[in-house]
């Protein structure tokens, strides 16, 4: 067993963040999507609104994401690209899921893969995205359950002997991070805002789901892009470079982050790739 020293976290001065955060109802949120990098769509958005150890309601939709779930994904989740046809899309669906978050402290295991795939839809849905703080079960496991072999949610559920129901869909396992928080509570005691901000973020920061990719990009950079990125896509990108605008035609391969910036990878030619801040762009159309 694993405990937090209440009197280290204790010591440090009670702030009202800490007060708030206790104050607050939980919510353990799950997503099943095309892909594990943030530009990929959702598929699956659920979440269990909890207060200590009862469930106050359950949120679950499945939508069709609006490009093709590849075959090694639905090896994962079982999600085809028949069962989401003619759902409705995510953008109608997250206002639903903003009010059902509202006013909670939000728990996902593996905390910035959601916040990166959840604040990405708002921005591409010209939505902005919630500012309820986010915690990292994750992370908090793997200081409070430091016994447990491997960390991933369906190892720590066989470990410690949680059901886990239809493992890798969204309900079931915002469900099971649910009852897992149940065990890391147990081992926070009367010290779980100050855990919290110790160990389920970052430097004392909650996530939030405006920062990450959402936060850095820009709602117009967005825009421009999303349009583009179906595989294969060839597209016309005009961006600003010492305040002139130049003009690239290539196929986006990736998006990612370096340095707290975020930039796109446009394959130009066989073998040259130009890596173009999103920050820069004025244009993005299709080729052709």
């Known amino acids: 067993m694993h405990d937090v020293a209440c009197s280290s976290l204790t010591d440090r001065v009670r702030t009202p963040e800490h007060v708030a955060l206790d104050a607050r109802d939980r919510v353990a949120l799950d997503t099943e999507t095309t892909g594990l990098w943030w530009g990929s769509r ?3 958005l659920a979440a269990v609104r909890f207060r200590g150890d009862t469930v106050i309601g359950r949120f679950s939709a499945m939508v069709d994401p609006e490009r093709p779930i590849p075959e090694a994904v639905v090896k994962i989740h079982g999600i085809t690209d028949a069962r989401v046809a003619g759902l409705p899309k995510l953008s109608e669906v997250l206002p639903a899921f903003r009010r059902f978050i509202d006013g909670a402290v939000v728990l996902a295991h ?11 839809e708002f921005v591409r849905a010209g939505q902005a ?3 309820e703080p986010l915690f990292c079960t994750l992370k908090l496991a793997r200081v409070l359950l430091a016994e447990a072999p491997r960390f ?3 190892r ?16 079931a396992d915002a469900d099971l991070t649910r009852r897992l928080y149940g065990l890391l509570q147990g081992r926070m005691g009367p010290c779980e805002a100050e855990a919290l901000l110790a160990h389920g973020c970052v430097e004392g920061r909650p996530y939030r789901f405006s920062e990450g990719p959402a936060g850095l990009a820009s709602d117009h950079a967005f825009r421009l892009l999303w349009p583009q990125l179906h595989e ?8 600003v470079v010492h305040d002139q605008v130049v003009g690239l035609r290539g196929r986006v391969e990736s998006l990612y982050l370096r340095r707290d910036e975020a930039y796109l990878d446009l394959r130009t030619g066989p073998s040259r790739v130009e890596s173009v801040a999103l920050a820069s762009l004025v244009a993005v159309k299709a080729d052709g």
């Open 129 to 131: 995205p919630p500012d």
């Open 232 to 239: 294969g896509l060839r597209c016309v990108i005009e961006h």
């Open 156 to 171: 720590l559920a066989e470990h410690f002997a949680l059901r886990a129901e239809s493992p890798h869909q969204a309900l």
């Open 42 to 44: 959702v598929v699956e």
């Open 110 to 120: 593996n905390a910035e893969f959601d916040r990166d795939i959840v604040g990405a």
């Open 152 to 154: 991933g949610l369906q």
